[in-house]
């Protein structure tokens, strides 16, 4: 992998999944009701909502299932009334670790998330400890073997993409988050398939990490996955691909 890859490419290449699909229609549903909640339920005219829905769409949610949460966050509907927060901290290594949650218990999720790190050999830490190491950025990883190097870059630069990093087998396409879906719908009309397409918050540099402090983070990232509280996770750590075939599954 290249220097800047993430969680979310990693757990593509350990062949991890997100979480079950009870689990991502839960993180779905939730992200559908705050969004409705803080711009409206028009999805024509609020730009989260819109691309909550199209996730779920994507997911393929039912119809039915998504206009409920919409109205559950416009109050047509009797709702959870959810709390958004940011946790961050650092596992094994001293990589850093920023985690977004949706939650109607703070107390509750803060004391689980806790747990969670230490007995991961990871710790919490204060509100702004690593959140300046990541920016939003939106990010697409295409297959060497499926494109023509010059074809990609000239496609993705034009569409607005800030950079192409190039890895051992894949491009990382990076662009800035109101640029993404230019791109992504430049590629989708060339007939350029990505394996991971995203916007994220993508690590200023990255932690190598090997032996055990590789298995233990990714022990650590899993089960904050599985966390139903948390909607996303992020972490600045990079494990190389040698490393990556010697982990258990």
Known sequence: MSGHSKWSSIK???????????QV????????TVAARMGGGDPEGNARLRAAVAAAKADNMPKDNIERA????????EGVSYEE??????GPG?????????????????????N????????????????????KKGYLVVEKSTVDE?????LALDAGAEDIQEGENEFEVI???????GVKETLDKAGIKYLLAEVTMHPQNVVQLEGKNADQMLRLMEQLEDHDDIQHVYANFDIPEGVMEQLSP
């Open 25 to 32: 229609f839960t993180r779905l549903i939730k992200e559908i």
């Open 85 to 90: 927060l940011v946790y961050e901290g650092y």
């Open 175 to 181: 662009t800035d988050p109101g640029a993404f879906e």
């Open 94 to 114: 001293g990589a850093a670790i920023l985690i977004e949650v949706m939650t109607d218990n703070k107390n509750r999720t803060t004391a689980e998330i806790r």
């Open 150 to 154: 010059e074809k990609l870059m000239e």
């Open 12 to 22: 593509r290449k350990k062949g991890a999944t997100d979480a079950k699909r009870g």
């Open 70 to 77: 919409i109205k559950k966050g416009t109050g047509e509907l």
């Open 116 to 135: 969670i790190f230490s007995k991961s050999s990871g710790n919490m830490g204060e509100a702004g400890c690593v959140a300046w190491m990541f920016h």
